[in-house]
């Protein structure tokens, strides 16, 4: 491999310490990634509990993850860690295979990341259709929103099923349930958290929202449920590293959750990506960060956390409170540390209605509804994916969400694309009008400016001649009533043949030499002409008979007349 292959794999923060690190920007780095940390604590232990696991494997994942990824990544700002979009696949994995399970697809999924940045897929994940991406955020949010429910109106419900509609009649049952001063605390933490942004930006709302709390619990000595009354204590230090347990039949398990860990780390973490370089201007190494993301989701697992991506409102906040380097992330990580070694008492106070709080708020932010509402203008198709990928998403799967999704994309773009491709006899169009458009008079190679002789039928082919379309080409073609002498195919709107289209050609030359007609190609680009020749359409028809321009194909037809 070149020396070139290997330049875009280099961490950022080498690339940023290469070019000076002065005090000040130690002091911004410190400064950016304690506020980080603030907004990382309270989010991975919510994050945590809402996806079926205890609060300290949170913790371990900002930890680790938010370490791994800061150091090795290729974002400059990129904060790493657990992820909201993260939720609804994690719950789903820990209900049918347990932790243990978790951790291996977690494992999985971060060998297929360092994969997909070795293959230099990083630009590939961005062509993901935005109405598969916006369908199962969108779900995932709806999904987050409805689990908080529980905790937020305090109800009490000890197992709330995980099946969407199931959930939503097991809260109509138990409305009686609600407890007002619970409920309270809820709202109050969500107007904390929506309104504190105009008091001061220093602090932020979800902090300043868990010290009410704590504050509240402390003071009035309310009967609301905490995190040490569900979960005891929280560990104040890191566990040792252990490897799972696993088998071949615990990896087949596991293997479909471990790729849609993968894809969905890898779109969150270029698309948090994506969003640090507009609003910074910087640029980001895609194939460096999937790397890091994989080593990260390696390494999680091992110190029993959860999987780890790049988060966008904990980026945003690391790049508006003055970040400088990857450092930031670095900083962040060890602060959260920190606070697990030296707050764990004050933690376990916090109550279980502010964390569902705050997660409602990031369920809202993550829905973007004004984006759902510019979507709704789009063509129908796109409309139709969205609503198949989000309903998908909520009521039976993130995987069958994504995959059929992409599968209903994949085909309406194949649609498209058949609209798009056309056969026409170029001589009938010819015979319809006298007139010349305005186009074609300062276009020299129209066929309107074309002598075409007696014998020469004339037709074109406009589009990707791939295999939604071969065999629509091949039928009409070959079911021409009187064959003439030569026969001419205009390619020069055709940017791409596939193998079926190719296959199609070979079938339509045979058809036309078989009835003693020659076969001119006119108008074929280089690479399309390329192809053709691997194919051995030359040793078919001839390579003089694949030209390059309508000129060149009408005065090799001449010589056959």
């Known amino acids: 491999m070149s020396i070139a292959y290997f330049k875009e794999f280099k961490p950022k923060l080498f690339t940023v310490l290469k070019k000076g690190y002065t005090t000040k920007n130690l002091s911004s780095d410190l400064i950016s990634g304690l506020i980080v940390a ?3 604590l309270p989010l991975s232990m919510a994050f945590a509990i809402a996806s079926g696991a205890s609060p300290e494997k949170g913790l371990y994942t900002a930890i680790i993850g938010g370490f791994l990824i800061s150091l090795l990544g290729g974002s400059r700002y990129q904060i790493g860690g657990p992820a909201g979009a993260f939720i609804v696949i994690v719950y789903g994995i820990i209900y049918k295979h347990g932790y243990d399970g978790l951790m291996l697809a977690t494992i999985i999924a971060g060998l297929i990341l360092i994969l997909m940045g070795l293959l230099k ?30 905790d937020f109106f305090g109800m009490g419900i000890k197992k709330v099923p995980s099946e969407f509609f199931e959930k939503i009649m097991t809260y109509f049952e138990h409305i009686s349930d609600i407890n007002l001063t619970t409920t309270l605390i809820g709202v109050l933490s969500i107007l904390i958290i929506i309104y504190s942004k105009k008091i001061t930006t220093k602090i932020p709302g979800p902090f300043i929202a868990v010290i009410f709390g704590v504050a509240i619990m402390y003071i009035l000595k309310l009967p609301i449920e905490t995190i ?13 590293p252990q490897l799972p347990p696993f088998s071949l039949a615990k990896i ?16 969150e973490s270029l698309l948090s990506a994506v969003v640090a370089d507009g609003m910074t201007g910087s640029k980001h190494r895609s194939n460096m960060e999937l790397i890091a993301q994989g080593i990260a989701n390696i390494a999680s697992p091992l110190f029993t956390g959860l999987p780890a991506t790049g988060t966008i409102a904990r980026t945003a906040t690391n790049i508006k409170n003055g970040a400088f380097s990857p450092l930031s992330g670095i900083f962040h990580a060890l602060w959260v540390l920190l606070f697990m070694l030296l707050l764990s008492p004050i933690i376990i106070k916090i109550p279980f209605a502010t964390l569902a709080a705050i997660l409602i ?5 993550m829905s973007e509804l004004d984006h759902i509402k510019d979507l709704f203008k789009a063509p129908k198709s ?25 599968l209903l994309a994949v085909l309406l773009f194949m649609r498209r694309m058949i609209s798009m491709t056309e056969i026409k006899d170029l001589k009938i169009e010819l015979d319809k009008s006298e007139e010349k458009d305005e186009e074609d008079i300062f276009d020299p190679d129209a066929t309107y400016n074309k002598i075409i002789p007696n014998g020469v039928d004339l037709y074109e082919l406009s589009g990707p001649f791939f295999f939604g379309v071969a065999d629509k080409v091949k039928n009409t073609l070959t079911s021409i009533e009187n064959t003439p002498k030569v026969f001419i195919l205009r390619m020069r709107n055709v940017p791409m043949v596939d ?12 058809y036309f030499m078989k009835r003693k007609t020659k076969v001119v190609l006119s108008g074929v680009n280089p690479y399309v002409k390329s192809l053709l020749l691997k194919a051995g359409v030359d040793q078919l028809i001839g390579e003089e008979n694949i030209t390059d321009h309508i000129d060149k194909a009408l005065e090799v037809a001449k010589k056959y007349l």
């Open 499 to 510: 193998a079926t289209g190719m296959h199609a050609l070979i079938e339509i030359c045979e």
């Open 382 to 406: 796109d409309i139709s994916v969205f609503l198949t990928t989000f309903l998908l998403t909520v009521i039976i799967d993130l995987n069958v969400a994504i995959q059929v999704g992409m």
């Open 121 to 150: 897929l990083g630009s590939v994940i961005k062509f993901i259709p935005y109405p598969v991406t916006k369908g199962f955020s969108a779900g995932i949010a709806m999904i987050i929103f409805i689990t908080q429910l529980n």
């Open 361 to 365: 708020v990031v369920a809202y932010n």
């Open 38 to 40: 603030i907004v990382a």
């Open 252 to 267: 087949k398990a596991v293997i479909t959750d471990a790729v849609t860990i993968a894809i969905l780390g890898a779109i």
């Open 228 to 240: 040490q009354d569900r979960f005891g204590s929280i560990p104040n230090s890191l566990p040792h």
